[in-house]
């Protein structure tokens, strides 16, 4: 597999205006030496441009679809629609809270999961951040990064809660969750904020773009024995992509291999799981034992 380490991915919008502008430049057959020198601008420049390794601007871009002959201006407008997007798209909610997230490498993710459109999570330990409850969040985070000092954990909480709000709207992302039995079992001992947490699922499962399922402890062993993950889509033409943490990096795979294996890993796990009606009887009945 392909590792990418310590990544900073590219927003949504500048994976397809990269690709749209390499497109562009393929179909008329010119070199990158050629463009650059066309638009003045360094070959490197262009080539970091090319591979959405930076930004650009809309004069720059109208510049070189001057250069590509493209004279459509619904075509012009989409591509510089892009632009303007992906520039926007830098005004990122979580920056007051860089300090803490470039400590815990989350910054990365949150940079592509603000563009998806679809979250697959398969989860054996905790009940996904998307989902928690800011009193299961606090708990979680506490006892995971003993590094940190509690303004530091509330700052996270507030990061966990606020990304909440991705779930909201007509244009709120698909999120597909499997978590394994053992996520809500291991909380035995703090009762109080369990319940608060099962409640919480109750709650955001009922709606259309949430689908929860439960996956119990007699379903025995299983292909996600190797950790959680998540699967991310997003608008075309981009590609899916897994991302995975450990204790010391934050990893993604974006080869179709790769993906393919996670996602057939997924379906294995969503096969196996109760489906959304039991995983909701379940739920109810955990919450009566406590």
Known sequence: MAWKRNPAPKSVYRRQLS????????????????????????????????SGDRGTSPV???????????????????????VRADQAHKQKWWRKYSAVINTTQYGGYLELEAGTTSLRSYEPQLIPGLLQTAD???KVIAAMR??????????????????????????APKLWVVIDEAAIRRMSGSPTA??????????????TNITLQLLP????????LYGSFMLMGFPEPNPDLVWVENL?????????????????????LRATALGPPETRSRIKSMIKEL
């Not at 720059?60 to 892009?82: N, P, Q, S």
């Not at 369990?194 to 709606?207: C, H, N, S, Y």
């Not at 402890?217 to 996600?224: E, N, T, V, Y």
């Open 60 to 82: 720059l871009v109208k510049a070189m679809l001057d250069c590509y002959g493209v004279t459509d201006t619904a075509v012009r407008e989409d591509i510089l629609d892009l």
């Open 248 to 268: 010391t990096n934050s990893v993604y795979f974006e080869g179709s291999e790769d993906v393919g294996r996670y996602t057939e890993v997924f379906d294995h």
């Open 136 to 138: 299961y969040a606090r």
């Open 19 to 50: 690709s749209r502008l390499k497109e562009l430049r393929d179909e008329v057959e010119l070199t990158m030496a050629e463009v650059a020198k066309t638009v003045e601008i360094n070959q490197g420049t262009l080539s970091r441009i090319e």
């Open 217 to 224: 402890f007699d379903a025995g062993f299983h292909p996600g």
């Open 146 to 171: 003993v590094d940190l000092d509690a303004k530091q954990i509330e700052a996270l909480v507030d990061v966990r809660m606020n990304r909440q709000a991705l779930l909201e709207g007509e244009s």
């Open 194 to 207: 369990l319940k608060g947490q099962l409640e919480r699922l109750l709650e955001v499962e009922p709606r």
